[in-house]
């Protein structure tokens, strides 16, 4: 092989294509037809051709050109592609822009972020409240899985530290939403965001509560006695 052609083509350079676009154009709506002109578009404006032809696009693809304005039409009105107005000394000319396509992909990326997110979240206050009636060994009334509900949307506790708050009291031998909504109280007075350091503080706490005076097994029934805080 002819050394001199084999550097002639490799100095024509490669074109980067995204992989979140390859892996994603389906998701899109984008067909197989449609992505690989995108592509063919993309390596056209790399080598400075901003408006190619149907027929310059045809003698790349299997395509013919009618298919290829066809095509292109479609990438039109679907929005992965405008056309732009493109200023060349004195003369004005138009060129494609795939700036649409760039969006549209990192618009659905976000989308899809924020689902997957949303999905693990209602995972984790499933899990939650299956927690909750393992540990109160019943199933949670309406009240109760209201005061949940209040805990995470209105009070900004992560469920996480919900889980840790529920551990404590189990700890402390106080099993009743009172007695944990005081917790989660403390501990965002005192600015405990993380487990660690619920941990922590929840350690110091039973600490200090060993120092004082033991208390009998016919008071610690009344303690733990449910009370409906929310209406107190």
């Not at 004195?90 to 949303?118: C, D, F, R, T």
Request: negative net charge; proline residues 4%.
């Amino acid at each position: 092989m002819d050394k001199e052609k084999m550097a002639e083509w490799l100095a024509q350079g490669s074109i980067a294509i995204p992989k979140l676009l390859l892996q994603h154009y389906k998701r899109l709506g984008l067909t197989e037809v449609e992505f690989m002109l995108l592509l063919h578009l993309h390596a056209f404006m790399g080598e400075g051709v901003w408006f190619p032809t149907p027929d310059e696009l045809a003698e790349r693809m299997t395509l013919t050109p009618a298919q290829c304005m066809e095509a292109l039409r479609k990438l039109l009105q679907k929005g992965f592609v405008s056309i732009e107005e493109q200023v060349d000394g004195a003369i004005l000319g138009e060129k494609y822009s795939l700036k649409p396509l760039w969006e549209k992909l990192v618009h659905h990326l976000i989308s899809e972020s924020m689902n997957e997110h949303k999905k693990e979240r209602q995972e984790e206050e499933q899990s939650l409240y299956t927690m909750f009636e393992q540990e109160f060994g019943r199933p949670l009334s309406p009240f109760e899985c209201e005061t949940l509900a209040m805990w995470m949307d209105q009070d900004g506790h992560d469920p996480a530290i919900i889980k840790a708050a529920l551990r404590e009291a189990v700890l402390s031998g106080k099993l009743n939403f009172r007695y944990i909504d005081r917790i989660l109280f403390e501990w965002k007075k005192n600015g405990v965001r993380t487990i660690e350091q619920a941990k922590d503080y929840g350690q110091k706490f039973r600490k200090h509560q060993s120092k004082a005076k033991p208390v009998s097994q016919e008071e610690h029934r009344q303690t733990v006695t449910f009370y409906n805080w929310l209406e107190s």
